[in-house]
């Protein structure tokens, strides 16, 4: 009497489509996967709670804006010494909130220029969920407190939050924009990150850099670090060659994602700020 029934042996061919069929079922997991959790990539709010920066509150004063959909949005802002000097809005990346920029808001109040760290939806404690649009009328609402009370406006985004510049530099009068470390799109860095997966068309958010910047007539500075391993300089070479204009690009040797303004960014921005200055001065003393 057998204990186990007895199956014929399979052949190689059923064994080979057993195979293909469980390695398709788990692409198809693991692309719906990473469909359904691609807002945590983009947003990963888990590291955005709200941090509390002494010498940031010190400087500087907390305001709240209202976005167009009706969100009250708690930022930080500091007025500019004069009415000559511009207020310099910064939009952050993605894996952290408005005090991790505080030490380049810092330095620019000091060298003189009013600031606003903007914060968007879902970040810092603020209400709501981050998603393109949204983000985009975030920055509205910033821009629209700044220009209340600046006449110069200069846009600074970093990584993420050189997307959402990028958009309003599109839409408003600005005098520069300058961006940190940004992506063609948000795509191009998830189709190389992901090779596997078709993300071109299944990404939701793509804040299409490379598609808008030449809209742009502003002056502009880009600067990103040689070793930046999650965006490629290729990236800032590519926004750089299609930018029209009056246009800067600055490689900060051997600077990676999140050093880049303490290993050489600084001296680039302080002396593209600075030239703008100068050549208001001259537009002032041509006038008279």
């Given at each position: 009497m057998r204990l186990f029934p007895h199956y014929p042996p399979r052949s190689m061919m059923e064994l080979l489509g057993l195979l293909l069929a469980a390695i398709a079922l788990a692409y198809l997991a693991a692309l719906g996967a990473l469909y359904w959790l691609q807002g945590r990539l983009v947003y990963?709010?888990?590291?955005?709670?709200?941090?509390?920066?002494?010498?940031?509150?010190a400087h500087t004063q907390s305001i709240s804006v209202r976005t167009q959909d009706g969100l009250d949005l708690i930022a930080r802002y500091r007025?500019?010494?004069?009415?000559?000097?511009?207020?310099?809005?910064?939009?952050?990346?993605?894996?952290?909130?408005?005090?991790?920029?505080?030490?380049?808001?810092?330095?620019?109040?000091e060298a003189g220029y009013g600031v606003l760290l903007a914060e968007y939806r879902g970040y810092g404690g603020n209400p709501g969920k981050p998603h393109e649009a949204g983000l985009y009328a975030d920055a509205r609402a910033a821009y629209a407190y700044a220009a209340e009370r600046s006449r110069s406006i200069v846009l600074h985004g970093y990584s993420l939050g050189s997307g959402v510049a990028v958009q309003l530099a599109s839409e408003c009068r600005i005098d520069a924009l300058i961006l940190e470390a940004p992506f063609t799109s948000i795509v191009?860095?998830?189709?190389?990150?992901?090779?596997?997966?078709?993300?071109?068309?299944?990404?939701?958010?793509?804040?299409?850099?490379?598609?808008?910047?030449?809209?742009?007539?502003?002056?502009?500075l880009i600067y990103g670090g040689t070793r930046d391993f999650v965006i490629p300089p290729a990236h800032?070479?590519?926004l750089f060659d299609a930018a029209?204009?009056?246009?800067?690009?600055?490689?900060?040797?051997?600077?990676?994602?999140?050093?880049?303004?303490?290993?050489?960014?600084?001296?680039?921005?302080?002396?593209?700020?600075?030239?703008?200055?100068?050549?208001?001065?001259?537009?002032?003393?041509?006038a008279d």
């Open positions: 990963p709010l888990e590291q955005t709670q709200t941090i509390v920066d002494a010498t940031l509150d007025a500019p010494p004069d009415a000559a000097s511009p207020t310099i809005l910064l939009f952050h990346g993605n894996g952290e909130d408005l005090t991790q920029r505080a030490h380049i808001a810092l330095e620019l109040i191009d860095v998830a189709a190389a990150r992901f090779r596997l997966f078709p993300v071109r068309y299944l990404a939701r958010d793509r804040y299409d850099n490379l598609a808008k910047i030449a809209s742009i007539h502003a002056p502009l800032f070479q590519r029209k204009g009056d246009k800067h690009l600055a490689f900060i040797e051997g600077a990676d994602h999140i050093d880049v303004w303490t290993k050489g960014g600084r001296t680039h921005v302080m002396q593209f700020l600075a030239s703008l200055k100068a050549r208001d001065r001259q537009k002032v003393h041509g």
